[in-house]
T-cell receptor
Framework: DARVTQTPRHKVTEMGQEVTMRCQPI?????VFWYRQTMMQGLELLAY????????DSGMPKDRFSAEMPDATLATLKIQPSEPRDSAVYFC????????????FGQGTRLTVV | AQRVTQPEKLLSVFKGAPVELKCNYS??????LFWYVQYSRQRLQLLLR??SRESIKGFTADLNKGETSFHLKKPFAQEEDSAMYYC?????????????FGKGTKLTVNP
């Protein structure tokens, strides 16, 4: 049963520290999304990739956030420096791309910045 | 720009009652619309998509282009339907497709 895997599942860090979240998309999927989930804003699209190339990262605060796909089996989302307002659940999803195709979600990384 | 609006953050019904979760969208092209569901302690998963016109777990959703709506309905709610529901739109923006979600509606079905 192929699934999107995210690590770590939980992360507590101090303000100012660097945070790296990792995602392993489903093998063969060429599209990867990063979302942030909060009570107030719901699911916000931060960035997404097609064939490892960033297509859109307009939802991401550029000064502190960065997203990369070093290879087809790994996507990373980094926050440096982290702030308390970054506390949220971060989801990765992958899919076969194209309008109308299903996105398969990981279990998320719950980030708490104190 | 693509936008999805779910006007109700919380919705509470009794078991056996009909339920309707509202979703409105804003998109200049021809949209592809979805409902995703997140049960407690589970990952977000696809419930249904408008293009397949199917009923999943008793839920249906009809795309109304005139009203730009894609409301999710079930005639008789069950306790196991309690979950967070997200309406989503997939469409082209700036030459690439985006999958944008509404803020979600938390459905509670009471016994």
């Amino acid at each position: 049963d192929a699934r999107v895997t995210q690590t770590p599942r939980h992360k507590v860090t101090e303000m100012g520290q660097e945070v790296t979240m990792r995602c392993q998309p489903i093998l063969g999927h060429n599209t990867v999304f990063w979302y942030r989930q909060t009570m107030m804003q719901g699911l916000e699209l931060l960035a997404y990739f097609r064939n490892r190339a960033p297509l859109d990262d307009s939802g991401m605060p550029k000064d502190r956030f960065s997203a990369e796909m070093p290879d087809a089996t790994l996507a990373t989302l980094k926050i440096q420096p982290s702030e308390p307002r970054d506390s949220a659940v971060y989801f990765c999803a992958s899919g076969l791309g194209g309008v109308g195709t299903e996105a398969f979600f990981g279990q998320g990384t719950r980030l708490t910045v104190v | 720009a693509q936008r999805v609006t779910q006007p109700e953050k919380l919705l509470s019904v009794f078991k056996g009652a009909p339920v309707e979760l509202k979703c409105n969208y804003s998109y200049s092209g021809s949209p592809e619309l979805f409902w995703y569901v997140q049960y407690s302690r589970q990952r977000l998963q696809l419930l249904l998509r408008h293009i397949s016109r199917e009923s999943i777990k008793g839920f249906t959703a009809d795309l109304n282009k005139g009203e730009t709506s894609f409301h999710l309905k079930k005639p008789f709610a069950q306790e196991e339907d309690s979950a967070m529901y997200y309406c989503a739109l997939s469409g082209l923006q700036g030459g690439s497709e985006k999958l944008v979600f509404g803020k979600g509606t938390k459905l509670t079905v009471n016994p």
